[in-house]
C-alpha cells in the first residue's frame, strides 16, 4: 500500500519521466557519435537525425491536422528551425571530436545564453544575482576546457557554439508557446529543417552498411520519447524542481560512454559541469519566481530582486 502511495507521488512521477527523458537524450548523443565513429560525417548524422524524426511525427501530425495556415507565426516559426539547424550542426560536430560527458557537461550553458539572448534582444534586466550567475556558469565552463592546461579541442569549441543556439532557440521557443502548442512547435521544426539538411549532407554522402542506417533509425524514438517525457515532467511538478533533475544526463553520459566507447571522464568535467549547472538551476530558479510573482502580486513589503 505504501509503495502505492510512494508512486502516486507527482513529484515521484516527475522525477520518473525525466530520467527517463535524460535517458533518451543521451542515446541521441551515443548515437551521433556511433555514427562518427563509423565514418559518419555530421552533416550526414543531421540530416539522418531529422528524417527519422519526421517520419515519426508524420502521423501525428496529420492525425492533428496540422498545416502551415494553421499557425500566424511562420516567421517565427522559420527563425527556430533556423537557429535550431545550426545548433544541431554544431552539436553532432561536436560529439565527433569530445566525449558525451564533455559535451553533456557543455550543453548545460544553454539556459544561461537564454538570458543573455533575452538581454540583447527583447531588452529584458537582468539584475545583480543573475549577472553573477552567468559569470560563475561561464566559469565552469572554463573549468572543463581548461584553456592552457591541456590542449583545446575543436569539439569543445563547437559545444560551446551549440549551446549558444540551443540558448537561442529556447527563447524563440517560448515565444511560440503563447500561441501554438508543442506537437505544432516540434513538426514544422522537422518539417522546415529536414529538407535543408539535405544539402550540405548530399556533398558528404557516402553509403554505409544497413545495419547503421537500422541503429540510426533509434535517433527517431529516442527524441520522441526523450521530449515528450520532459513534458510530462514539467507537467507534473515546478519547472524549477524538473529542471534540477537535468543533471542527471551527466551519469547517463558517463555511464553509456563507458559502455558503448570506453570513455572515462576526468573530475573537472564533473567539477565544471556542477558550477555550471548551479549556476543554470538558479537562472531557472528565478525566472519561476518571477514569473509566478507577476501572475500573483506579494505582500507589501516582500520583492524579489533579480
Request: hydrophobic share 60%; glycine share 6%; with cysteine.
Amino acid at each position: 500500500m505504501r509503495a502505492a502511495s510512494w508512486f502516486s507521488s507527482t513529484a515521484i512521477q516527475a522525477v520518473i519521466w525525466m530520467f527517463f527523458c535524460c535517458f533518451n537524450l543521451t542515446m541521441i548523443a551515443a548515437l551521433g557519435r556511433y555514427a562518427a565513429h563509423a565514418g559518419m560525417h555530421p552533416a550526414q548524422s543531421v540530416f539522418f537525425r531529422l528524417f527519422f524524426a519526421l517520419v515519426l511525427i508524420l502521423p501525428f501530425a496529420w492525425r492533428a491536422g496540422l498545416t502551415l495556415n494553421k499557425t500566424s507565426q511562420l516567421k517565427a516559426h522559420l527563425m527556430r528551425a533556423g537557429v535550431g539547424m545550426c545548433a544541431m550542426w554544431l552539436w553532432f560536430t561536436s560529439i565527433s571530436f569530445i566525449p558525451i560527458t564533455d559535451q553533456t557537461a557543455l550543453s548545460f550553458l544553454a539556459p544561461i545564453f537564454t538570458t543573455l539572448g533575452a538581454v540583447v534582444f527583447l531588452k529584458e534586466v537582468v539584475r545583480i544575482r543573475r549577472w553573477m550567475a552567468i559569470i560563475i556558469g561561464l566559469f565552469g565552463a572554463v573549468v572543463i576546457v581548461r584553456p592552457g592546461f591541456v590542449d583545446l579541442n575543436t569539439g569543445h569549441i563547437f559545444a560551446v557554439g551549440s549551446a549558444v543556439m540551443m540558448g537561442m532557440s529556447m527563447l524563440l521557443i517560448k515565444h511560440l508557446t503563447a500561441k501554438d502548442g508543442p506537437l505544432m512547435i516540434v513538426f514544422f521544426s522537422h518539417l522546415f529543417m529536414t529538407p535543408v539538411s539535405l544539402i550540405p549532407a548530399l556533398f558528404v554522402w557516402e553509403s554505409f552498411p544497413p545495419e547503421l542506417y537500422l541503429v540510426l533509425a533509434g535517433f527517431a524514438p529516442f527524441a520522441f520519447f526523450g521530449h515528450f517525457a520532459l513534458a510530462k515532467a514539467y507537467s507534473l511538478a515546478d519547472a524549477s524542481f524538473v529542471a534540477a533533475l537535468d543533471y542527471a544526463r551527466l551519469p547517463f553520459a558517463a555511464l553509456i560512454g563507458w559502455l558503448m566507447f570506453a570513455e572515462l571522464s576526468d573530475i573537472w568535467t564533473w567539477v565544471g559541469a556542477s558550477i555550471i549547472f548551479g549556476s543554470a538551476f538558479y537562472i531557472v530558479r528565478r525566472e519561476v519566481q518571477l514569473a509566478n510573482k507577476k501572475k500573483k502580486p506579494l505582500p507589501e513589503g516582500l520583492e524579489i530582486n533579480g
